[in-house]
């Protein structure tokens, strides 16, 4: 026998999930089918549906498992370490711009449906998504791509040869004259990430980013509209609609590299700034308030985000020797600047200031996590996460500026109870405590702050092999209250208290090196528990989808080789489905079925490619209202509810010619 010291092998996987149905789209999942932005690889997840109605520009509309989380008010979004979500935003509580984000730059999206994890605070309502940023091509990538309606995208990438994934730099310039009127946009984007270890048993990641935007708008157009032949489907009643927003940020994740690291223990610090604009002008309405000036609005909201997240994490062998604990704190602090006014239709001059405020936003939290094993087939995980919002807001509207502030404290529980039943067979019951902050212009000096308070509860099944993951369950969400969309405010606004409950399944299946496919699919029913307003209890709410399915299939084969040269080909299809959109009045949605198709040929350096997005040209609408509104100048405004459409991209065509240097 040898007498050498025995080597110890240390094994770092992905973090154990905390309910049923958490899943995790890859690269090979995210490559599958065409997308044009980092809001489209969303809808991988089980049970999300993006659209948008507004403007290239404009944040899309998500929705996800009931809830219709508009701009981001119900979802928790975290890019590369840093908070997506803008607190108070004055367009919508929560708002998530996520475009400044490549979708080739996606090196995973971690789902985390619920609020079952005591790191996920703020917004996580209806659960938390997680973007992780890698390249992995080595040298110089340089693609450029031209398309339908005048679309054209430059997308160059650097990657370093040997280095980590996370290692790169991506740039992204894209522009389009729109599929009709008002939908011209642009847009330009810089992310540069490095890996690097400035200290022994130190590692670093540092990402910094730049994007700005302009696009117009075609807004809403009435149904009876279309249908009659007044107008166009591509039609806009106002095209001076749209806006523009810009991002920056930094991003600078410290935690150790050593031995604990590897074990999944150790310190991690990561400070974040960031700074946003944006500019909206839209008109729901037309005529209705005011007949003669018009109704349009316009929205103004500038703000500096700086914050950070730490933790730390041991091994403590409280009743077997793989028990973990976990403490860590969250904080940041927003200044934000934001109003909105009501501007006339013939010179967009100001005719009314509906907002004008000053607010700076805290949030100071702490949580303790712990994963327990009472017996060798069952784990238990939880902890309990405190969360300190404090509110200071200078309102500009009256007689003078008032000045007032609130705080509040908002503490909320979190469990799960993990069972091997068999090999690669889990069963997981989970259950817990969110919230979601206040519009800050809601609160009064001295007030309380009163949270959007969420009880979340799940079970299910989960399966993995080597070859497929798979998984089922049913979960049910109560919230103290809620959000919907008022299009006299072109904002969310209050209304009474709901309940969602309903079932998801997903599949992701890699049978064979070259052959990868993905399912999601979710029945949810989301309706009101009490009365107020135009709402009463039991009437399903207004806007969500109740099916939301999702299927990809791509292959990746291997053709041979030309001159000694490899010849390979990717091709692939994304197929989306909507049904069963509840509407305001008892009035019901039209179903969307849309697919979206790619294929690549690459030789060598050398890369031809065709993506194809709505391939069976379905006229559907990525946005349904209804409401009353009068888009003639000078009528007598009609006050009957009406159908409000904004219509669906048709068939587009985007070829690209890549150069892989280096």
Same mark, same amino acid.
């Given at each position: @026998?040898s007498?050498a010291?025995?080597?110890?092998v240390?094994?770092?996987?992905?973090?154990p999930p905390?309910?049923?149905?958490?899943?995790v789209?890859g690269?090979?999942?995210?490559?599958?089918a065409?997308?044009?932005?980092?809001?489209?690889?969303?809808?991988?997840?089980?049970?999300?549906?993006?659209s948008?109605?507004?403007?290239?520009?404009k944040?899309h509309?998500i929705?996800?498992?009931g809830?219709d989380?508009?701009?981001g008010?119900d979802?928790?979004?975290w890019?590369a370490?840093a908070?997506?979500?803008?607190?108070?935003n004055?367009?919508g509580?929560?708002?998530?711009?996520?475009?400044?984000? @490549?979708p080739?730059?996606i090196?995973?999206?971690?789902?985390q449906?619920?609020?079952y994890?005591?790191?996920?605070?703020?917004f996580?309502?209806?659960g938390? @998504?997680?973007?992780?940023?890698?390249y992995?091509e080595?040298?110089?990538t340089a693609?450029?791509? +031209?398309?339908?309606f005048?679309?054209r995208?430059?997308?160059l990438?650097?990657h370093p040869?040997?280095a980590?994934?996370?290692?790169?730099?991506?740039?992204e310039?894209?522009?389009?004259?729109?599929?009709g009127?008002a939908r011209a946009a642009?847009?330009?984007?810089?992310?540069?990430q490095?890996v690097?270890?400035?200290?022994?048993g130190?590692s670093a990641r540092? @990402?910094a980013?730049?994007?700005a935007s302009?696009c117009?708008s075609?807004?809403v157009l009435?149904?009876?509209d279309i249908?009659?032949g007044k107008?166009?489907?591509?039609?806009s009643?106002?095209?001076?609609?749209?806006?523009?927003?810009?991002r920056?940020?930094?991003v600078?994740?410290?935690r150790?590299s050593?031995?604990?690291?590897a074990?999944?223990?150790?310190?991690?610090l990561?400070?974040f700034v960031?700074?946003?604009a944006?500019? #909206?002008r839209s008109?729901?309405?037309?005529?209705l308030?005011?007949?003669?000036?018009?109704?349009?609005?316009?929205?103004?909201n500038?703000?500096?985000?700086?914050g950070?997240t730490?933790s730390?994490? #041991?091994?403590f062998?409280l009743l077997?020797?793989?028990?973990?604990?976990?403490a860590?704190?969250?904080?940041r602090?927003?200044?934000i600047?934001?109003?909105?006014?009501?501007l006339? *239709?013939?010179d967009?001059?100001?005719t009314?200031?509906?907002?004008d405020a000053?607010?700076? *936003?805290?949030?100071i *939290?702490?949580?303790?996590?712990?994963?327990? %094993?009472p017996?060798?087939?069952?784990?238990?995980r939880?902890?309990?996460?405190?969360?300190?919002?404090?509110y200071q807001?200078?309102d500009?509207?009256g007689?003078?500026?008032?000045a007032r502030?609130a705080?509040g404290v908002?503490v909320?529980g979190?469990?799960?109870?993990?069972?091997?039943l068999l090999?690669g067979?889990r069963?997981?019951a989970?259950?817990?405590?969110?919230f979601?902050?206040p519009q800050?212009r809601?609160?009064?000096?001295g007030? %309380?702050?009163?949270?959007?308070r969420?009880l979340?509860a799940?079970?299910?099944l989960?399966?993995?092999?080597?070859?497929?993951?798979?998984?089922?369950?049913l979960?049910?969400t109560?919230?103290?209250?809620d959000?919907?969309?008022d299009?006299a405010?072109?904002r969310?606004?209050p209304?009474?208290?709901?309940a969602?409950?309903?079932?998801?399944?997903d599949?992701?299946?890699?049978?064979a090196p070259w #052959?990868?496919?993905s399912?999601g699919l979710?029945?949810t029913r989301?309706a009101?528990?009490?009365?107020?307003?135009?709402?009463?209890?039991g009437d399903l709410l207004?806007?969500?989808p109740?099916?939301?399915?999702r299927?990809?299939l791509a292959v990746?084969p291997?053709l041979?080789a030309?001159f000694g040269?490899? #010849?390979e080909a %990717?091709a692939?299809a994304g197929?989306t489905l909507l049904?069963?959109r509840?509407l305001?009045?008892?009035?019901?949605?039209?179903d969307?079925l849309?697919?979206?198709?790619?294929?690549?040929?690459r030789?060598?350096?050398?890369?031809l490619?065709l993506?194809?997005?709505n391939?069976?040209d379905?006229?559907w609408?990525d946005?349904?209202f209804?409401y009353p509104?009068?888009?003639?100048?000078?009528?007598?405004?009609?006050?009957?509810?009406a %159908?409000?459409v904004?219509?669906? +991209?048709?068939?587009s065509?985007l070829?690209s010619?890549?150069l892989?240097i280096?």
């Amino acid at each position: @026998m040898s007498d050498a010291a025995p080597i110890t092998v240390v094994v770092q996987g992905a973090a154990p999930p905390r309910s049923a149905s958490e899943s995790v789209r890859g690269q090979a999942e995210i490559r599958a089918a065409p997308h044009r932005t980092a809001s489209d690889v969303l809808q991988l997840v089980p049970g999300v549906f993006t659209s948008q109605h507004s403007g290239e520009c404009k944040a899309h509309q998500i929705f996800f498992r009931g809830f219709d989380a508009v701009h981001g008010q119900d979802l928790e979004i975290w890019v590369a370490g840093a908070p997506v979500n803008e607190v108070s935003n004055v367009h919508g509580q929560g708002y998530t711009d996520l475009h400044f984000v @490549m979708p080739e730059v996606i090196g995973e999206l971690r789902a985390q449906p619920g609020s079952y994890d005591p790191r996920q605070g703020d917004f996580a309502v209806a659960g938390t @998504m997680r973007f992780d940023l890698a390249y992995g091509e080595p040298g110089i990538t340089a693609t450029a791509s +031209a398309g339908s309606f005048g679309a054209r995208r430059l997308f160059l990438a650097y990657h370093p040869e040997n280095a980590d994934d996370a290692t790169f730099a991506a740039f992204e310039a894209y522009g389009t004259d729109g599929f009709g009127p008002a939908r011209a946009a642009g847009r330009a984007s810089l992310i540069a990430q490095a890996v690097y270890r400035p200290l022994a048993g130190v590692s670093a990641r540092v @990402m910094a980013s730049a994007f700005a935007s302009r696009c117009g708008s075609a807004g809403v157009l009435r149904l009876c509209d279309i249908e009659s032949g007044k107008v166009d489907r591509f039609a806009s009643y106002d095209p001076d609609q749209g806006g523009d927003s810009s991002r920056a940020q930094l991003v600078v994740d410290l935690r150790g590299s050593g031995d604990d690291a590897a074990r999944g223990e150790g310190l991690s610090l990561t400070p974040f700034v960031v700074l946003r604009a944006l500019r #909206l002008r839209s008109n729901f309405t037309g005529y209705l308030a005011d007949p003669t000036n018009g109704d349009a609005t316009q929205q103004l909201n500038e703000a500096i985000t700086a914050g950070a997240t730490a933790s730390y994490r #041991l091994t403590f062998p409280l009743l077997s020797d793989r028990d973990t604990f976990e403490a860590g704190v969250v904080a940041r602090t927003d200044w934000i600047e934001q109003s909105q006014r009501r501007l006339a *239709a013939v010179d967009d001059r100001p005719t009314a200031t509906l907002v004008d405020a000053k607010v700076r *936003a805290t949030d100071i *939290a702490g949580y303790l996590d712990a994963s327990i %094993r009472p017996a060798r087939r069952i784990t238990l995980r939880g902890g309990l996460r405190a969360d300190g919002l404090a509110y200071q807001v200078v309102d500009n509207l009256g007689q003078g500026a008032q000045a007032r502030s609130a705080q509040g404290v908002h503490v909320g529980g979190k469990g799960t109870v993990d069972v091997a039943l068999l090999p690669g067979l889990r069963a997981l019951a989970s259950v817990g405590q969110g919230f979601r902050s206040p519009q800050a212009r809601s609160l009064g000096d001295g007030e %309380r702050t009163p949270f959007t308070r969420v009880l979340s509860a799940e079970a299910g099944l989960r399966y993995a092999d080597e070859l497929v993951r798979a998984s089922a369950a049913l979960f049910h969400t109560r919230l103290s209250e809620d959000l919907v969309f008022d299009e006299a405010t072109a904002r969310n606004e209050p209304v009474p208290a709901t309940a969602r409950t309903g079932v998801a399944l997903d599949a992701v299946a890699h049978p064979a090196p070259w #052959l990868v496919s993905s399912v999601g699919l979710t029945y949810t029913r989301a309706a009101f528990t009490a009365s107020g307003g135009r709402y009463a209890a039991g009437d399903l709410l207004p806007f969500v989808p109740q099916v939301v399915a999702r299927a990809d299939l791509a292959v990746t084969p291997r053709l041979g080789a030309l001159f000694g040269r490899r #010849l390979e080909a %990717r091709a692939g299809a994304g197929v989306t489905l909507l049904h069963g959109r509840p509407l305001p009045f008892g009035e019901l949605g039209h179903d969307a079925l849309v697919t979206d198709v790619t294929a690549h040929v690459r030789y060598h350096r050398v890369e031809l490619g065709l993506d194809v997005y709505n391939l069976l040209d379905a006229a559907w609408f990525d946005g349904e209202f209804v409401y009353p509104s009068s888009f003639t100048r000078g009528a007598a405004p009609d006050l009957l509810p009406a %159908r409000h459409v904004t219509v669906g +991209a048709p068939r587009s065509f985007l070829a690209s010619l890549s150069l892989y240097i280096g």
